[in-house]
């Protein structure tokens, strides 16, 4: 842990100076301007806020440090006999700025699997929910009850000075981490096989002990799990999730507040919420055609259906990418590697045929290519892990990774409160008859 700690003390130190010259030189240029419709339109395109772990590319889909989904699938460290990179790899990067060596991501390994245990109390805590309760609201549940253990918390009643913060955050957010599996797989075994739950296994890596935890001990889900846990992790800062993660931080709400937070984002159908919604969709329409592989007609009908019906195509368009989300191409990939023939996975690719077209001609939707989440079921499906309200906690975990890598940069980097302005109507009424200002405190 040291060594990890001190070589992000390091690169911390480093970017502070370069932020700083930055600032002192160019800290009055005008980066944007902001207009009305954006203000009241969800802020689309407004820059505001600086993500270090990762850039949204419209055209292009993410880089994680530079890096796309696959240079990171190619580059990566994996594990023994396994081909997807292991998700402590893009931790490292993510958080040091650097592709980690195979020492490295053994190193993360080690740090998370001794920093792993959850105490009693935050299973009790779960257990006092109803077992019908949505997995998404026991997993915040049990995040919040391991705020107990928060060290920046304790630390900050003691009266922690300031130049401490990014260390106690950064504590946290290992342990965080951490302990997410064994919360994660410990909801999925209570609600779906009866409360009988499976102790870690202490010899393997971050993902594929939560695939162990979780009842799949088969090489092919751990792989998927790898692979999960990796493209999901972090989209910069914008999103709902990690804006919400950096926002709540901000106030110096510690990790487990500030990741507790970001996860009730993450539980929205617009965003984390649209993997269950869409294979629950996908369930649906089987249903009513009486098929499991509906044809391409059947597809669009169903489409039109849905739109008709006031709803939104699940798993497709996106506030910022205006192409196919590169992490659905990596699910196909794998899709297409290892269950060619799945009949649900063909189902997912017809619907890729269907749906932009149909979304196209609204003339209204900015990107009518899938996301992430119109794929990520099917493969789970696949290796027998149906039960959809799920999926979004698995998300979640994996989330944790690219969230806490920024808000130890937060921290870092001495980010302040975060407060931006808001206005009324009735303000920007009188602004347009020239009676007031928009700018005013
Ligand atoms: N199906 C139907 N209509 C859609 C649509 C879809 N998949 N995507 C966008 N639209 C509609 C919007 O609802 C909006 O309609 P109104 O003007 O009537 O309100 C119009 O098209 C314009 O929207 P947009 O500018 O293209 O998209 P936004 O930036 O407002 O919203 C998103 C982005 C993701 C919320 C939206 O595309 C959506 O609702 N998709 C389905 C849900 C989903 O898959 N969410 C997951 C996103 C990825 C993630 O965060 O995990």
């Known amino acids: 842990m040291e060594v990890l700690k ?10 502070n100076a370069e932020i700083k010259e930055i600032l002192k030189e160019h800290g009055s ?59 402590e790899g893009l931790f490292f990067l993510m958080l040091i700025g650097e592709l980690p060596t195979e020492d490295d991501v053994q190193r993360v390994t080690n740090i998370l ?42 630390r900050y009643s003691e009266g922690m000075n300031k130049r401490d913060y990014w260390a106690a955050t950064f504590d946290d957010c290992i342990d965080l981490i951490a302990r997410l599996p064994r919360i994660a797989a410990y909801i ?32 092919g889900f751990k792989e998927l799990m790898r692979l999960y846990m990796t493209i999901h992790a972090d989209h910069e800062g914008g999103n709902v999730s990690a804006h919400t993660t950096h926002l709540v931080g901000s106030a110096l709400s510690d ?49 039109q259906d849905t739109l008709s ?17 590169p992490r659905y191409t990596a699910q196909m990939d794998f899709g297409k590697t290892h269950m060619p023939n799945d009949p649900l996975c063909q189902t997912v690719w017809n619907i890729y045929e269907v749906v932009p077209p149909i979304l196209q001609s609204l003339g209204k939707v900015k990107n009518p290519w899938p996301n992430v989440d119109a794929h990520s079921g099917a493969l789970l499906v ?8 799920f999926y979004t906690v698995l998300f979640g975990v994996s989330r944790a990774l690219g969230v806490m890598a920024s808000l130890c940069w937060d921290r870092a980097l001495g980010f302040p409160l975060e407060r931006p302005k808001s206005i009324t109507t009735a303000q920007v009424k009188r ?6 200002e928009i700018w005013g405190d």
């Open 382 to 389: 696949h290796f027998g892990l149906k039960e959809y309200e």
């Open 188 to 219: 999925y075994r209570r609600k779906y096989h009866f409360g009988q739950h499976i102790q870690p296994n202490g010899l393997l890596d971050w993902a594929g002990n939560l695939a162990h935890m979780m009842g799949f001990d088969n090489e």
């Open 29 to 87: 240029k005008v980066i944007g301007e902001v207009t009305l419709s954006q203000v009241y339109q969800g802020m689309r395109g407004i820059t505001g806020l600086v993500t270090e772990t990762s850039l949204l590319d419209a055209q292009e889909g993410i880089r994680f440090r530079g890096y796309t989904i696959p240079e990171l699938r190619e580059k990566l460290p994996k594990a023994p006999d396994g081909k997807e990179p292991l998700p």
């Open 309 to 325: 019906s006031g709803k939104v195509v699940p798993g497709y368009g996106h506030a910022v990418l205006r192409k196919t989300d």
């Open 431 to 436: 602004w347009l008859k020239g009676e007031d």
């Open 255 to 303: 990790p487990y507040l500030s990741f507790a937070a970001g996860m009730n984002g993450l539980a929205g159908p617009l965003h984390g919420l649209a993997n269950q919604e869409v294979i629950k969709w996908i369930f649906e329409m089987q249903e009513k055609l009486g098929s499991e592989m509906p044809t391409k007609a059947e597809i669009a009908q169903y489409v």
């Open 113 to 154: 699997q001794r920093r792993s245990h959850v105490p009693a109390h935050v299973f009790h805590t779960i257990d006092a929910l109803p077992v019908n309760a949505h997995p998404m609201t026991q997993f915040v549940a049990g995040i919040m009850a391991a705020q107990t253990e928060s060290e920046f918390s304790r």
């Open 6 to 15: 001190g070589l992000f003390k390091q690169k911390a130190e480093q970017a």
